[in-house]
């Protein structure tokens, strides 16, 4: 069966040569049972690692079944060791977490077997070694000579014709040693069992071999008993381990040591919920700095499209009604000024800031009071934690307000425009934080939108007079006084001719706002001075009223007093926003996303930051994946036993890969599917965390699902590492490195 030639082993060490043996001859039979002794250092764990194909050899001709083997690669030797080779060590060599039946079934998944197959042939070896009573115990709570006796199991399981045992009683008492070599005696009938041993009492009656080393070579090499008839050589056969069993044993690893196990969760909890948090906060500030910027626009929802037709001419209501046939469109809003002009509305020292909208807008129902029945009720929707709203209901609902007299863009006075009453409250919740936190929304009747709409344009229009072929800036004023078509100017303006003739100089005015230009051909129809000025105006107070222009109340009226040809529309699902616009196009309608118009106030300045925000962001999460990657690592240094020993009973590199990688994999799974649990407690808020429900806002499916795959390509990348470092060693010196 074995046959070795002038054999000799030599350890090479940082240039010293080391014998472990030289020059052995030997020929071992099937049936035989053969104890090796010698001192301690002669060189007998060397003969036998050679033997059983974990360590090479460097000189003569290693004979199995008649083939050479000097040739033979490293997957050969692999080859070998699976059809003929099972071990026994000194130290058991066993899984300790797995109980004794998974450690004997272990060695025959990983050659292929199925594991409903081999139910039986475990049970029966379980109980040819007397562990019956135990199989179903881990292998850690049993005695030294039971740990035996499971490794004598596991290694007759796999039926390979060669059984070889590194003094496999050297951690026993004589009792359990004694044991143990009657069951290695009983395997012995049909195979070839190579025992080592320094008491050489204990095996002696039973060898039908006795060896004997002294420094490295074969110093007596004695046949007790002739094998007459050398019992067949059948091969072990083996396949490669099934995917199912790869799967199983990765599921089975990552509970069975409940320690690692919860060092594993917290490591991939913690590296995927820092990631996650550090780009949610990062997008959130993102975002923030988005809102806000636009003098022009109050709202800068990202779900709105300014649009207007290119002849600047209004929409009908046949092409509104088109427009809300597009799959997206959520809903229109006619009038943009309404939109974007904010009113305040006070009453004593109670006042709201907002936005007035048609009733039609309104979208729910009021939280408290009833919807509006005539033109002076309104409906205010309101931040549930608006400071005004807060305990003080009964000063709010059906109160009578004043809507606030402005003067320019968000600065009112304390003059009235209309009184209102509040009839209805719809609130709010507080998840719009990133919209202007403080504004409401008034929900008012059509005619109450008409009657302000003169207000809102005057706040947003600028005005400039051409007066002498200059574009000049003043205060234009309506008066009853003046006539149609003329303007009354201050006397001084007449300097500003050669011949200070100022009366019937034409006068015009251009008036602009972002909804509407319009322009005003005036005539002078007269000027004014302190003497003739309350006569010609009606008004007192010449000296605070210098240098304005008085022009007829309804020309000014007119000017004002234009819908907005410029409309909005707000669509469901803002990711699909650029499709709208698109559809918008096609039907030759200008439309714009209303948040590219938001402006970057603090420009290059604000670039720096955000480029600076990115970087620091891709540091820590480079930073965070690193320190995750070591204390893996770290982790994973405790499990070179197990995998080293998966490796001496057959499992491939590949398969060390995947069965750990699986490992990884569900390990990691586990902890996100726990975070995402715990961000969807947090939203909902069964768990109370405000920072982590507002950067939760900002995380989508997209953003989880790259979280996933980065945390399976992180178990793919360790695994990997882990097996190549496994593999770089031989067997045997990686296991002699942990033992
Ligand atoms: P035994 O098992 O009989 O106690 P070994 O086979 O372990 O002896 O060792 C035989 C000789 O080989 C010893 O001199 C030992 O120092 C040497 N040896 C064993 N393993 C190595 C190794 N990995 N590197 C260098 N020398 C080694
Ligand atoms: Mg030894």
């Not at 060898?207 to 004997?212: E, L, N, Q, V, Y």
Request: hydrophobic share 35%.
């Amino acid at each position: 069966m074995l046959k070795l030639e002038n054999v000799s082993k030599f350890y090479y060490n940082k240039g010293i040569i080391a014998s472990g043996f030289t020059k052995v001859n030997l020929e071992l039979k099937m049936g035989e049972f053969v104890a090796i002794t010698g001192e301690s250092g002669s060189g007998k764990s060397t003969l036998l690692n050679v033997i059983s194909g974990l360590d090479s050899y460097e000189e003569g001709e290693m004979y199995v079944n008649g083939k050479e083997t000097s040739h033979y690669s490293e997957k050969d030797f692999e080859d070998y060791r699976r059809k003929y080779i099972a071990n026994i060590f000194q130290s058991f060599n066993l899984i300790n977490s797995y109980t004794v039946y998974q450690n004997v079934e272990l060695v025959l998944l990983l050659n292929g077997y199925k594991k409903k197959d081999v139910k039986k042939k475990i049970l029966d070896i379980i109980d040819k070694v007397g562990l019956t009573k135990f199989k179903n115990t881990k292998v850690s709570k049993l005695s030294g000579g039971q740990k035996q006796r499971v490794a004598i199991a596991r290694a007759i399981v796999k039926e390979t014709p060669i059984i070889v045992a590194d003094e496999p009683t050297g951690n026993l008492d004589s009792e359990s040693a004694t044991e143990v070599i009657e069951i290695l005696k009983k395997v012995a009938k049909d195979r070839l069992v190579i025992v080592v041993t320094h008491n050489i009492e204990q095996i002696e009656q039973y060898a039908t071999r006795i060896i004997k080393m002294h420094d490295g070579r074969i110093i007596q090499n004695t046949e007790i008993k002739t094998i007459e008839n050398e019992p067949q050589i059948v091969e072990s056969k083996y396949n490669n381990i099934s995917t199912a069993n790869k799967y199983r044993l990765g599921a089975r690893n990552t509970f069975n040591i409940a320690s690692k196990f919860l060092l594993l969760f917290a490591v991939f909890f913690f590296i995927s919920a820092a990631v996650l948090t550090e780009y949610g906060s990062f997008q959130m500030s993102e975002k923030k700095s988005r809102y806000g910027y636009s003098i022009a626009f109050r709202d800068l929802s990202e779900n709105r499209i300014l649009i207007n037709k290119k002849d600047r001419s209004y929409f009908t209501q046949e092409e509104y009604e088109k427009i809300k046939e597009l799959s997206n469109v959520d809903y229109i809003i006619e009038d943009d000024i309404f939109i974007d002009g904010g009113i305040a509305i006070a009453r004593n020292e109670i006042s709201f800031y907002g936005n007035m909208l048609g009733l039609e807008n309104l979208r729910g129902n009021v939280d408290i009071g009833r919807l509006p029945e005539n033109d002076d009720e309104i409906v205010l929707r309101v931040r549930k934690d608006h400071f005004y709203i807060k305990n003080r209901l009964n000063e709010i609902l059906n109160k009578t307000f004043s809507i606030q007299k402005s003067q320019g863009i968000n600065a009112w006075t304390n003059e009235s425009v209309k009184d209102i009453t509040i009839v209805g409250i719809q609130t709010y919740g507080d998840e719009d934080d990133t919209v202007i936190s403080s504004d409401c929304k008034f929900y008012v009747s059509k005619n109450i939108l008409n009657e302000l709409r003169s207000q809102m344009n005057k706040n947003y229009s600028s005005m400039e007079i051409l007066l002498n072929n200059k574009y000049q800036q003043y205060t234009v004023e309506p008066n009853s006084n003046v006539k149609k078509g003329n303007a009354i100017v201050d006397d001084e303006f007449k300097y500003q001719f050669k011949d200070y003739k100022i009366k019937n100089k034409p006068l015009k005015i251009y008036l602009s706002n972002i909804y509407y230009s319009e322009t005003l051909n005036l005539k002078i129809s007269n000027t004014y001075t302190k003497s003739n000025f309350r006569a010609l105006t009606g008004k007192n107070k010449y000296e605070n009223n210098r240098y304005k222009i008085y022009i007829n109340t309804s020309d000014y009226n007119k000017m004002f007093n234009k819908p907005s040809y410029q409309s909005s529309v707000y669509v469901k699902d803002e990711e699909e926003i650029d499709g709208t616009i698109l559809e918008l196009e096609n039907m030759g309608i200008n439309a714009k996303k209303v948040i590219d118009f938001r402006v970057d106030e603090s420009g290059e300045y604000e670039q720096i930051i955000k480029i600076i925000k990115v970087v620091v962001t891709i540091i820590l999460i480079i930073v965070l994946f690193f320190i995750s990657y070591l204390i893996i690592r770290i982790i994973l240094k405790s499990r070179n036993i197990y995998y080293t020993t998966l490796r001496m009973l057959g499992a491939t590199f590949k398969n060390v890969r995947k069965i750990l990688s699986i490992e990884l994999f569900i390990n990691s799974s586990i902890s996100y599917i726990t975070l995402l649990l715990f961000i969807y407690c947090v939203k909902n808020g069964v768990i109370n965390l405000s920072y982590i429900a507002k950067i939760s806002e900002f995380l989508g499916a997209k953003e989880y699902v790259l979280m996933y795959i980065v945390l399976i390509l992180i178990s793919k990348l360790i695994s990997m590492k882990f097996a190549k470092k496994l593999f770089k060693n031989t067997a045997i010196n990686t296991y002699n490195e942990e033992v």
